[in-house]
């Protein structure tokens, strides 16, 4: 069974960067396409970015695009989502998740397409 496991969340100020992980166990997260989502107080979960199985597509809402950047290392067992000009709306519970995925260079936008969850990770962006 496997199990993901986020980190790395902190508060941070405006226009501030960091850095979120998520580690994998129980199996290898190469056969897994990889998504962050996040869910701020009163709103429903929303995906912010996904990573392929290869690492080399990826996809990003239009909300991050330009500011995030998520990126995997199957030898590593993790992902990472690298968070650059962080703005209070970032504020959230970021929660990382695996679909099991036959295509080399696809992920999915849909969370009805992920299996498996981690516990997720606070980021809270204020001055």
Same mark, same amino acid.
């Given at each position: 069974?496997?199990?993901?496991?986020?980190?790395?969340?902190?508060?941070?100020?405006?226009?501030?960067?960091?850095?979120?992980?998520?580690?994998?166990?129980? +199996?290898?997260?190469?056969?897994? +396409?990889?998504a962050?989502?996040?869910?701020?107080?009163?709103? $429903?979960?929303?995906?912010?970015?996904?990573?392929?199985?290869?690492?080399?597509?990826?996809? @990003?809402?239009?909300?991050?695009?330009?500011?995030?950047?998520?990126?995997?290392?199957?030898?590593?067992?993790?992902?990472?989502?690298?968070?650059?000009?962080?703005?209070? $709306?970032?504020?959230?519970? @970021? @929660?990382?998740?695996?679909a099991? $995925? +036959?295509?080399?260079?696809?992920?999915?936008?849909?969370?009805?397409?992920?299996?498996?969850? +981690?516990?997720?990770?606070?980021?809270?962006?204020?001055?």
């Amino acid at each position: 069974q496997l199990q993901l496991a986020e980190s790395g969340g902190v508060l941070v100020q405006p226009g501030g960067s960091l850095r979120v992980s998520c580690a994998a166990s129980g +199996g290898t997260l190469a056969n897994f +396409g990889i998504a962050w989502f996040r869910q701020a107080p009163g709103k $429903e979960r929303e995906v912010v970015s996904c990573i392929s199985r290869s690492g080399d597509y990826t996809n @990003y809402a239009d909300s991050v695009k330009g500011r995030f950047t998520i990126s995997r290392d199957n030898a590593k067992n993790s992902v990472y989502l690298q968070m650059n000009s962080l703005k209070p $709306e970032d504020t959230a519970i @970021y @929660y990382c998740a695996a679909a099991r $995925e +036959g295509r080399w260079r696809w992920c999915s936008r849909d969370q009805s397409s992920y299996q498996y969850w +981690g516990q997720g990770t606070q980021v809270s962006v204020s001055s």
